[in-house]
């Protein structure tokens, strides 16, 4: 058994999964996740029985010797963590303060990371944060025209999501077409229940679609994107609605869902197949969505080696890339349709005279958690 495994904890409000790793070869050695974490009849009653519970099915395969590291997934660190860190009481008071720019997820961050101190107290921790890649984006493209009091104050501006899974895959793209990362330059479209699309030049972040909160930017499968952000002032005045259930709407009754009263891509594109004109439109929204950002970050990047696509939708949906990449002539991009609806992993396809690359990378957050936790704890062990 390697005595350098990473222990991947990604923590939610009620549920918790897992992943045993070995960063040097990429393997797994275990995988799970729990579910209903302190809801009533639950048999989970908080995140550190969950862990119990969790690590109990390893049996010998999980030996506190043997770990290097427990990597955290954390959702939102702010303008304080531009990297992973290792956790110690300082960086567990900046997640908890940082809880009202992410509600529902880095309280439950901190939850597991809790439990996972009270069982390793002795295994460095490390919080890999979600917006820590996007760190590198500069002023003129996270800064909100607002009061400055609410840009000192309050904290308002873009700080974008999804970053690790956009490391990853910005990584991944480049190896693909043996090129070196600090040469390359493409727009990465992580495309699931979550969408965002980020503009990635020398291995780094420089525009993200996610601003503030992940609310921001693509269709999604329930969330809206960009609207006229005087909407929420409209309802107000003809529905009555208060800021709190706008913004449950925009979140929890919009995207796919809101258009089709689908939030499953797949479903939808059965639907437009079937020659439903409810499910035709939504596909027509979020490709031209899609194809408006990709444009944008095209002219920001000033030059563009690939258009990556990565998530659920970005790896299965070939209708979705048949249809994007149809509307990206002005880049240059020419589909293979065989290399399209065909195959699977890590590939390009569109066709060798195609000017732009179109590829589709499977992303793997919980390996880059593993890979970015290790390289911190022997970088620090080192010195």
Excluded at 275 to 284: E, I, Q, S, T, V
Excluded at 304 to 315: F, M, P, Q, S
Aim: hydrophobic share 45%; glycine share 10%; aromatic share 4%.
């Amino acid at each position: 058994m390697s005595s350098t495994l990473v222990l991947v904890v990604n923590s939610g409000s009620s549920s918790l999964k897992y992943q045993l790793i070995d960063p040097d070869s990429g393997e797994v050695h275990a995988k799970g996740l729990v579910e209903r974490i302190g809801e009533a009849g639950s048999e989970v009653p908080d995140h550190a029985r969950a862990l119990e519970r969790a690590l109990s099915g390893m049996g010998d395969r999980l030996d506190p010797a043997h770990l290097l590291a427990v990597g955290h997934r954390v959702v939102h660190g702010g303008a304080h963590f531009s990297g992973p860190t290792v956790i110690d009481g300082s960086v567990r008071s900046a997640i908890a303060e940082l809880a009202p720019l992410a509600p529902l997820h880095n309280p439950a961050n901190l939850q597991g990371i809790e439990a996972t101190i009270e069982l390793f107290p002795d295994t460095p921790q490390v919080a890999v944060f979600d917006t820590a890649f996007h760190q590198t984006i500069p002023p003129a493209a996270y800064t909100y025209a607002v009061p400055r009091e609410w840009r000192d104050d309050l904290r308002v501006r873009r700080y974008g999501f999804h970053g690790t899974s956009h490391a990853y895959v910005s990584r991944r793209a480049a190896e693909l077409l043996g090129l070196a990362v600090e040469d390359a330059a493409f727009v990465v479209l992580h495309l699931g229940n979550g969408c965002s699309a980020t503009a990635v030049l020398a291995g780094e972040s420089v525009e993200t679609s996610m601003g503030l909160t992940p609310l921001e930017g693509l269709v999604m499968g329930t969330r809206s994107g960009d609207v006229d952000p005087s909407l929420g002032a409209y309802l107000a005045r003809m529905t009555g609605m208060d800021a709190e259930a706008v913004d449950q709407a925009l979140n929890k009754r919009s995207g796919l869902l809101g258009l089709t009263g689908d939030n499953d891509c797949r479903a939808v594109s059965e639907r437009a197949s079937a020659g439903d004109a409810d499910a035709r439109l939504a596909l027509d929204v979020m490709v031209h969505r899609l194809v408006k950002y990709t444009g944008a970050y095209a002219a920001v990047l000033g030059r563009i080696d690939a258009v990556v696509l990565t998530g659920g939708i970005g790896e299965h949906a070939e209708d979705v890339r048949a249809l994007l990449a149809g509307r990206l002539g002005l880049l240059g991009v020419e589909l293979d349709a065989e290399a399209n609806e065909t195959g699977g992993g890590a590939r390009r396809i569109t066709t060798a005279s195609s000017r732009t690359a179109m590829l589709v990378v499977p992303t793997n957050e919980e390996l880059e958690i593993a890979l970015q936790a290790a390289a911190l704890v022997r970088e620090r062990t080192a010195i």
